[in-house]
């Protein structure tokens, strides 16, 4: 079914008596367009409604390569990843690119078993709400699973909606940490800077206003490799100086705070 194709993208663990798909996810249902993947629903408490992303949006590149051309599923598949780890989404947004840094949380989408939940009250009604829905699921779930909301053929089921109940899941996030090390911080809409160069003595990047700014450099599980505080940073061009001669060659977060805005940037040291 189509929507069990959206539903993909979410993703936690299994509960007894439901079918369910656990994977590290960032919380969106979507469908597939040309230039990559629209978001149709943002599941509340998940790193794409914390990072601020929003139905509409137009998520067109994973970790900086291309979604266009690829079928729903390949794309699926480079949003989907292990829990705890960072990923960066280009979002198109009304013409406007946004870089947008998470971390995948692990989701769990459980199959809400009509017949289960009509007997839970008595085999009395033929329709239910979502608060009657989130009663009957969160009884089921287990104590490290937060329910976030309950949804049927690929969207949030409203709170003055009645359903039937076929076709309904749960998406439940673990709330036991995946990884000890520090999350990564959401992204403003607005980025507040661009990288220009990444090597092993310069890192450059453009800054869209003038102020101190800070410099991170975290490795791919997120940890803090080195932190460069640049305290007269320029409306423009601005470069800093490190060494990076004894860190291994590979993919790295820089991320780049200024002014209480927070914008990252994946980049690869050779």
Known sequence: ??????????ALASVASFASEVFGGIGVTIYGISEGVQVVEVIPGTPAAEAGILPGDKIIAVDQVSLK?????????KLRGEAGRPVEAT????????????RRAQLTVQDIDAGSLS????????QFDAEEIKVFAESKA??????????RQGHLISSEAKVAPDDVVGVFIDQKPVFETPAVSN?????SSSLKA???????FELFKEGPASIKILDPNGEEVQVIDHQNGLSGI?????????????????????NGAVSGHFAVLR
């Open 1 to 10: 079914m189509q929507f069990r194709k959206i539903l993909t993208v979410l």
């Open 69 to 77: 051309g690829l079928t729903q599923d390949q794309s699926i598949e």
């Open 91 to 102: 979002v198109l947004r009304e013409g406007e690119k946004l870089s947008m840094v998470m």
């Open 119 to 126: 007997a839970w009250y008595g085999n009395k009604l033929n």
């Open 142 to 151: 287990k104590e490290t699973a937060t329910l976030l909301g309950v949804m």
């Open 187 to 191: 992204l403003t809409k607005k980025a």
């Open 198 to 204: 990444f090597n092993r003595k310069v890192i450059g």
């Open 238 to 258: 601005n470069s800093v100086t490190w060494d990076g001669s004894k860190i291994p060659s590979g993919r790295y977060m820089i991320r780049i705070e200024q």
